[in-house]
């Protein structure tokens, strides 16, 4: 695992990596036939972390919610885009990020607005939070009218990962333990809450839930142990 | 969670459902404004568990290997759709499925050919497991080059439940466990392996794990625990 974690942080700073098969799978053919779909950098380039004609009133009613409480500082709404950009400024450093081309983040994969993944991710330094707001579309669908629980790990991991990231800095996610509650109903509005739990040597442990924006159901608790990485190669 | 099963079923027969808000997502205007996108159901009736030009070498020699097997009946290929199918057959009954309309299964919502999960399903009945061939595409993008883990743990929800529901029949995950031990390359070939460990009561647990297709790599390893839903409604 610590092994795998080293030489992702070297991809992360552009050192070939004997582990890194992308260029093994680049010379199958594979993703050169991919690069062939057509790409544009102005739909990478969008922020999708900000409202639009598929969100909910309930969604806009607890994104001007956190947004007000920006206001002060005390959170901080997180940009989100189709890809990662190609450098990244962590703890004052410069990373450039060696991605597969044409590639997409995972959760900001489906193109239509409203069908996927509509979340805005907020973030309290000081409480070593995230909170994402989370619509699933109707391209999520797992039981009838539910989000798959794949589409739910997924917003998990991301929230969980990402507040591990924001609090602890450069990690890899070892565990992701999640029960189950309730499903989420498609279209429906969630918060996806994280919380840095503590830091142990290497390993950053998290704790997560699901709730509904009335707060009323609880669909998912979780808890995650990322491995921080510390070493720069 | 009992409960949410119970509606789940109620949903799986198109029974009206206090839970399933789906109704109210629809009153809201989310899933009309949603159902404009065009809709192919020549698409939505493809058999995706087929190969297609995106399919690698390797992706090719691990589906011959499992339909070699297939001819003397021990494994069974699993189609697999964008959408369920409306009516499916389960324990010799038929039960029609109300869906979100225009909606897509999860792990069949990237269009693309090799973008998103290129997978294949084969049963064994009589050994009680479930093997998922798994081509991660570059839409799934976590760490640069390799796949999320939130799509990893996608396609461990998709094989371990699917697994307790040929095993055991409507089920719904309860847990899933996750120990991430390298990251999986985009583009690069996986055996998903699934099993049923047990039946106690309405609890049916699962192992699996997710290897190299060279048999190499470890990449993860999981538990699920599915609740069997018994009653019908």
Redesign the interface.
């Known amino acids: ?1 610590l092994r ?1 974690c080293t030489q ?1 942080v070297k ?2 700073t552009c050192r070939p990596s004997a ?4 260029d093994a ?2 010379s ?4 050169d ?3 062939l ?1 057509p790409f544009s950098n102005a739909s990478v380039t969008t922020d999708c972390a900000l409202p639009n ?2 969100w ?3 969604m806009l009613e607890q994104f001007n919610k956190f947004m007000e409480m920006t206001r002060d500082g005390t959170w901080k709404r997180l940009p989100s885009y189709r ?2 950009m190609e450098k990244v400024t962590l703890g004052g450093k410069e990373y450039v ?11 900001r ?2 193109d ?1 607005e ?3 993944f509509e979340y805005v991710m907020f973030l309290n330094q000081a409480q070593k939070r995230l909170v994402c707001l989370f ?1 699933p ?15 739910t ?6 929230t969980l ?1 990402g507040c591990a990231f924001y609090m602890a800095g450069r990690i ?12 989420i ?4 509005v969630v918060l996806v809450e994280s919380k840095l739990d503590r830091v142990e040597g290497r390993k950053v442990f998290m704790t997560g839930h699901i709730r509904s924006a009335d707060g009323q159901t609880l669909h998912a608790e979780a808890t995650g142990k990322s491995l921080f990485v510390l070493s720069q190669p």
Chains 1, 2 share one sequence.
Do not use: W
Not at 140 to 151: C, R
């Open positions: 695992m795998s992702l991809g992360l582990r890194c098969r992308l799978v680049r199958r053919g594979v993703v036939r991919i690069s779909v004609d598929s909910s009133p309930d890809k990662f990020l060696k991605r597969a081309p044409n590639s997409r983040f995972f959760m994969s489906i239509k409203g069908l996927g619509q579309g109707i391209y999520l669908e797992g039981p009838p009218g539910f989000a798959h629980g794949g589409s790990a997924a917003i998990l991991d991301s990962g890899m996610t070892g565990n992701l333990n999640i029960n189950y509650k309730s499903p109903p498609l279209g429906s």
